[in-house]
């Protein structure tokens, strides 16, 4: 095999893909009165490891490989992919495009000019997808039996382990060739507690652009397990939750995961051209509280959300979305930047060579803020402290949201007192932002686990919250 390091060699050597035919492909996508064409090249190795209740139920490792060709024209996006590389197929793909988005012109010439990444944000020692598999079952022999010493009451152990290797080249119409080795993995683990009839479930995880070596770092990955049996035990207990309106804190870290549905979504450049986001023409506007500063940042090292460049080739960055409350900005790939006549902020994501492109966050969080955590909840008379969150829905045209909270607390007097469950934040996400009063000093950013679910396509993603108050949210729950 060419050398995994130098992926532009790689493409080369393995599918005798030279310059000059790229520059033809391109010029083919060209021919018809098109905006801008690219291709996106991809080789991706997989290896997944499952066990359950002590026994390996899951072992595979997954090569996949592709292009897909891109043409924009006007608002018309053509696209077609082929998980058999070639030249002809490139050709075919890069044609096929052409038609779907334009009507017949004359060919165009294309230059390229090859690059690499200006920063390298993911240099390891060791890619995750080197992992051998005795290895890999090994840690997730650890983990059960760290489980069940934690408490007898731990019934069944479920542990995933999913390490990936992914080798991008993208080359485009205005001469961009740039190339990319992304790592990626992801420690699952899901304790089930049973007492006395009783039966509740605990998830914890984390990962990164990070080596294997990196969940054996102090013992982390039996941290993850005994986290998702402290969750799973503390739901045994948990009393009906409250429901009305009410004073909710969110903890620091994984809550963000609410910010990131319900307002980082409705900051994407397509769903903002298009009308259909609340946040649509208020840009430069006051839409949260002066409190509140929200950041899409790519260029963080090793994080699970982060890349060198985008899946179209540009470099990731560091975007200021809201700012002292003010609207600043949208999250961008090229056709909706083009279309809004806005600076590309780096933000085209796709799931896989099969998939056209489209603006989506990498790691969205809110800045710190100056309160101390103790003190936003003791300025809490009642109200709930929502410390991590399962599931939820979000409607991006009216902002509206429904979470439910896998961990929970009633704040009483302004102590966190008894833990509680069935609680789910029912709210509108740009109202949420006007009702934030306190935020804390304590930001944190998850531990890396986060997968984002768009049309269809999932990209691993990043979130991160300080503490923070919200002023009368409604909560759903279940006490009688």
Known sequence: MADSTRPERFFSDRYGVSSGALERALGTALARRADYGDLYFEFRTTTAVALEDGLVKKASKDV???????????????????DDVTVATIEHAARTAGHIASDAGGAQAVALRPGRPARDLYTLPKPP???????????????????????PRIKNVMASLVVEHKLVMIVTSDG????????????????????????????????????????????????????AARQALLNLDAVDAPAGEMTVVLAPGWPGILLHEAIG?????????????????????????????????????????????DDEGTPTSRTVLIERGILRGYLQDKLNARLMNMALTGNGRRESYAHSPMPRMTNTFMLAGESAPEDILRSVDRGLYAVSFGGGQVDITSG?????????????????????KGATLIGNGPDVLTRISMVGHDLALDEGIGTCGKNGQSVPVGVGLPTLRVDALTVGGTQA
Do not use: W
């Open 64 to 82: 996949s490989q592709g292009v897909g060709a891109r043409v924009l024209a006007g608002e018309k996006t053509g696209y077609a992919y082929s």
């Open 129 to 151: 997808g080197e992992t051998a598999l005795p290895d890999a079952i090994a840690l997730l022999e650890a983990v059960d039996r760290e489980a069940r010493h934690h408490d």
């Open 176 to 227: 961009t060739m740039v190339s990319d080795v992304q790592p990626l993995a992801r420690l699952q683990v899901t304790c089930i507690a049973e007492d006395g009839g009783r039966r509740q479930q605990g998830t914890y995880g984390g990962g990164g652009r990070q080596p294997f070596a990196f969940f054996l770092d102090g013992d982390r990955h039996l941290r993850f397990t005994r986290e």
């Open 265 to 309: 979504h409705g900051l994407e450049g397509d769903f903002n051209r298009k009308g259909t986001s609340a946040f649509a023409t208020l840009l430069g506007t006051k839409v949260a509280s002066e409190l509140c500063t929200v950041i899409d940042d790519g260029t963080i090292p090793n994080r699970r959300g982060s890349l060198n460049v």
């Open 400 to 420: 509206k949201f429904v979470f439910s909270a896998s961990e929970a607390y009633l704040i009483e007097h302004g102590a966190v007192t008894r833990p509680v």
